[in-house]
């Protein structure tokens, strides 16, 4: 079985930074992909890709997003980050840590294999 452990939330206000880091541990192989996903709160939001970093460097991103995070990977010490600059407001949600077992980029919710705990984010105006 593979753990993620998700951290680094916080608050901070527009134009402000912070960075998310995910942790992987258990049964995780250094083939997986690792990426973050967001669900705003609300009834029936669902989560939405963010980005993700597959094992030999091949990353996507979300339009919402480019430019202004950067996810980057540690592979020894299987690890994920997300630097976000430039905050909005509207980048306030719970992020999630995902991974699946493959190199494929999955923008899918339903394709992620294992989940993080969520970290939440909170940008003020």
């Known amino acids: 079985q593979v753990q993620l452990v998700d951290s680094g939330g916080g608050s901070v206000q527009a134009g402000g930074s912070l960075r998310l880091s995910c942790a992987a541990s258990?049964?995780?192989?250094?083939?997986?992909?690792l990426g973050w996903f967001r669900q705003f709160s609300g009834p029936g939001k669902d989560r939405e890709f963010v980005?993700?970093?597959?094992?030999?460097?091949?990353?996507g991103y979300a339009d919402s997003v480019k430019g202004r995070f950067t996810i980057a990977r540690d592979s020894a010490k299987n690890t994920v980050y997300l630097q976000m600059n430039s905050l909005k407001p509207e980048d306030t949600a719970i992020y999630y840590c995902?991974?699946?077992?493959?190199?494929?980029?999955?923008?899918?919710?339903?394709?992620?294999?294992?989940w993080g705990q969520g970290a939440q984010v909170t940008v003020s105006s």
């Open positions: 995902a991974a699946t077992p493959d190199d494929s980029i999955s923008y899918a919710p339903e394709a992620i294999s294992v």
């Open positions: 258990g049964r995780f192989s250094a083939t997986y992909t």
């Open positions: 980005a993700a970093v597959n094992w030999h460097g091949g990353s």
